[in-house]
């Protein structure tokens, strides 16, 4: 299969702060609700929604504070195994050599990076539902 079976849709954008109390009230100043805060290694991260949008911020990663402070863009996926898979066989450049796990939302996600052709950073996340 190829990867784009497994991409519904944009899932968030990742913005790392030096100060998540600003940038939650930043994104609450524009409309967005905080849908989840979990514990994220020694910081802090939130998911905060306006309509189709979610940013994810969070701590304790280089911030580097001028344009380009995009982290990642995540793509929505139904199964991140196979797309990991389907992402290895097309030749894309592997930032994880596995897939990864996380404990967010009720029963936690998956996900990998690969890198574009510009340094980018592109994630494919699946949410998991049990």
Not at 23 to 29: G, T
Not at 75 to 93: C, P, R
Not at 106 to 120: A, L, M
Request: hydrophobic share 40%.
């Amino acid at each position: 299969m190829k990867i784009t079976d497994f991409i519904d849709d944009v899932q968030h954008v990742g913005i790392p702060t030096t100060d998540l109390s600003k940038s939650i009230a930043f994104w609450e100043s524009l409309g967005f609700t905080k849908r989840g805060q979990f514990k994220n290694g020694d910081g802090q991260v939130a998911f905060m929604t306006l309509n189709h949008l979610t940013i994810e911020t969070w701590t304790a990663d280089e911030t580097p504070m001028k344009p380009g402070a995009i982290n990642h863009i995540s793509l929505n996926t139904s199964d991140a195994d196979e797309a990991f898979i389907a992402a290895k066989d097309a030749g894309f450049t592997m930032i994880d050599h596995e897939v990864q796990s996380l404990p967010f939302w009720d029963h936690g996600i998956k996900y990998f990076n690969i890198q574009g052709p510009n340094g980018e950073i592109v994630e494919f996340c699946q949410i998991l539902t049990a």
